[in-house]
């Protein structure tokens, strides 16, 4: 199965878990902008504009969770496919300075900027308004951290500027594994990681309104 093995099996989880990232945080900075626009006393309001806050968040948080498990994945990938000649001690062992893996951690830890500015504020329109603001500017970093910064230099993805590295041999053309079959399951994968992505957001979604609306009663 090419050069890296019955390992690039990995690449049916840990690439639709991108895949899902992005989705989920688009999904959040829709509704960030959404919040924007509630806010606004001439706009014409069909909900609370709470409830495009608690949404926005329930996609970030998912968003997050699937970027962790995304570099997760691509770092035990890396350790068995690239770097088993390491020793485990070794740091490179387990984080080879890949451009993709640097720019998964720098989102990872731009998103957790914006769960600790959340944190930060007590009242609830100024926390949702400051956070909503950080959204935006969170998923306007993905485009360039995802798209453009990799390409622009040498790594282990084959879509770094050399593009005979280590993952070149397994791209859904290649005929050593399988061709189309490839490319159904690869894309079968990411269809079906997103959809789980949406539906963890509809329950998380489901069960914020259930608490906001107990704490309404109670108040």
């Known amino acids: 199965m090419g050069n890296l093995g019955h390992s690039q099996r990995n690449i049916f989880y840990h690439v639709p878990m991108w895949f899902t990232t992005i989705v989920m945080m688009g999904i959040s900075v ?6 924007l626009r509630m806010i606004d006393p001439d706009y014409e309001k069909t909900e609370s504009p709470i409830i ?17 498990l995304g570099l997760i994945t691509g770092i035990i990938w890396s350790r068995v496919s ?3 000649h390491l020793p485990s001690s ?14 998964g951690l720098v989102s990872l830890l731009i998103y957790g900027g914006y769960f600790l500015l959340r944190s930060s504020f007590a009242d609830a329109e100024q ?10 500017f969170a998923f306007a ?8 910064v990799p390409k622009m230099f040498e ?25 189309g079959q490839f490319r159904m399951i690869f894309w079968a994968g990411i269809f079906g990681f997103i959809l789980l992505g949406i539906w963890v957001y509809e329950l998380r979604v489901r069960l914020e309104k259930v608490a906001l609306r107990l704490a309404d009663n109670t108040d």
Request: hydrophobic share 50%.
């Open 127 to 136: 926390k949702a308004k400051m956070s909503a603001v950080l959204n935006i």
């Open 90 to 103: 070794n740091v490179d062992a387990w984080w080879g300075w890949d451009p993709i893996q640097i720019c």
């Open 82 to 84: 690239w770097n088993a």
């Open 155 to 179: 790594g282990l993805h084959p879509t770094a500027s050399n593009s005979d590295a280590g993952g070149g041999s397994f791209l859904m053309g290649s005929k050593t594994i399988g061709g």
């Open 52 to 68: 495009s806050d608690i949404k926005a968040v329930e996609a970030a948080k998912i968003g997050v969770a699937f970027n962790f």
């Open 30 to 35: 829709f509704q960030s902008v959404k919040f």
């Open 141 to 148: 970093t993905l485009i360039p951290l995802y798209f453009i």
